[in-house]
């Protein structure tokens, strides 16, 4: 695979379908370098007027053989998204006409089809976006729900980020105070005041970011989803559920007991909140190895779960003790079966859909709590919170720390905002720039 240390240090011109792969109406093809130009002039002309949609016969650069007709879009530099001239190619969609124009960019010299995220990642290099806004794009490209649609546009728009590099020019700000306590160390007044100056904005600071790490992960829930997972005895109606919610047969039912060996998740849009709901084994005391297996997988999914939903036909609403009722809900399956009412306690049919509406009333409930009202940028990647974490530890670090080693505290606060930085890319961002961009499309 071609290596991003050489994509950022060459200057080649990179080109590669922007649209989604397959038949379609239309298509985007995106070039991005160097010889943008020479591709219009060759490809295009007459070359259009920047930023000014044209019409044009794309023609073979070698033999002057019509590809297609397309509108043509040309961004000089550096008024481009990735900061180099751009061009957009908005042709018909068929794969014919999409393969040709690739082939022919292909024996333009100085063109490559580009790596995954490689437009994204330029982007970055040229200061058009930081991290978290590309991350944000990422989600955004991905979102499926209402509610990932608004955090990811908000992401990319650059709230978070905003409020990182806020809180890291403040860290700056108390950093130049520390450093003046060292200078006017000979001036014990001053030197006193300055670092009691650096301490009290530092306190305040430190607080701000504990209150951002206590949201309950509702960003990390409305990103990844809430999870929901179905624990029972075998035969409970879990599979059936399950099928029932998906609206689809996602998991084999059998009247077999144990035929649910491992976990099967299906991801559902409830009130425009994204739920993940995982079938289990069901639990019992097994003998096979491959069962126990199974239960061990069902017993970890009830860990991660957001909410447990523990079936019985019984109504039995006291789940195994593993399972922490404060996020657990009972309720009774196979209510087609046996009419017998249980008070307070939910009755569902995967057969006839009694109850299901409620049950999904009550899981999108749960959610939306979950994820609450705030309307304050959340944190929404475990990359996130690990910097912010390690940021915070480093300023409890400069507040604790022995007031008489002024020089050791200035390295404090220079560690946290190393932190902060890392998450925008302000500072060295090398480990974790192929993680960032590999999860892009090929024309991103």
Not at 2 to 8: L, T
Not at 17 to 44: D, H, Q
Not at 58 to 71: F, M
Not at 285 to 293: D, G, N, T, Y
Request: glycine share 8%.
């Amino acid at each position: 695979m071609y290596e991003y240390a050489n994509a950022m240090t060459d200057a080649s011109t990179i080109f590669a379908l922007s649209s989604a792969p397959g038949r379609a109406a239309l298509s985007v093809i995106r070039i991005s370098g160097p010889a943008v130009r020479n591709v219009l002039e060759t490809m295009t002309a007459p070359v259009p007027k920047p930023r000014v949609a044209a019409f044009r016969t794309i023609r073979h650069p070698d033999t002057g053989e019509a590809l297609d007709r397309a509108v043509v879009l040309w961004f000089a530099a550096p008024n481009s998204e990735t900061g180099e001239d751009v061009a957009e190619f908005q042709g018909h969609g068929s794969r014919a006409a999409v393969a040709a124009i690739l082939g022919a960019l292909g024996t333009v010299k100085g063109c490559r089809l580009a790596e995954p995220g490689e437009f994204a990642r330029r982007g970055f290099e040229n200061g058009k976006m930081d991290l978290a806004e590309i991350e944000g794009l990422g989600d955004l490209i991905e979102a499926e729900t209402e509610a990932q649609r608004r955090q990811a546009l908000a992401q990319s728009s650059g709230t978070l980020s905003k409020l990182y590099e806020s809180w890291r020019t403040r860290l700056i700000e108390i950093a130049a105070l520390t450093e003046a306590a060292i200078d006017f160390s000979d001036e014990g007044d001053v030197s006193a005041s300055s670092f009691a100056d650096a301490r009290k904005r530092a306190d305040a600071l430190s607080a701000e970011i504990g209150a951002h790490l206590d949201d309950g992960h509702r960003g990390e829930i409305v990103r990844d989803g809430f999870r929901v997972a179905l624990l029972g005895a075998p035969n409970a109606g879990k599979s059936s559920l399950l099928n029932a919610l998906a609206k689809r047969d996602a998991a084999i039912v059998s009247e077999e007991a144990g035929t649910t060996r491992d976990v099967i998740e299906v991801r559902l849009d409830l009130a425009g909140l994204p739920v993940v709901v995982s079938d289990t084994a069901g639990i019992r005391e097994a003998e096979s190895l491959v069962e126990q297996e199974g239960i061990r997988r069902s017993l970890a999914a009830a860990r991660d779960a957001d909410l447990v939903v523990w079936l019985s036909e019984a109504g039995d609403s006291t789940p195994p003790e593993p399972i922490s009722r404060e996020t657990s809900l009972a309720i009774r399956s196979k209510a087609d079966l046996c009419r017998e009412s249980t008070a307070d306690l939910l009755a569902v049919s995967a057969v006839t859909g009694e109850g299901l509406d409620r049950l999904v009333a009550e899981i999108a409930r749960r959610a939306s709590e979950a994820v609450g009202t705030r309307t304050d940028p959340a944190l929404t990647r475990v990359r996130h919170r690990q910097s912010l974490e390690a940021a915070r530890d480093e300023i409890q670090a400069f507040l604790n720390g022995d007031s008489g080693a002024v020089e050791l505290r200035a390295e404090d606060v220079r560690r946290a905002a190393h932190a902060i930085g890392r998450i925008t890319g302000r500072v060295d961002v090398e480990d974790v720039l192929d993680q960032v961009f590999s999860r892009f499309c090929i024309g991103k």
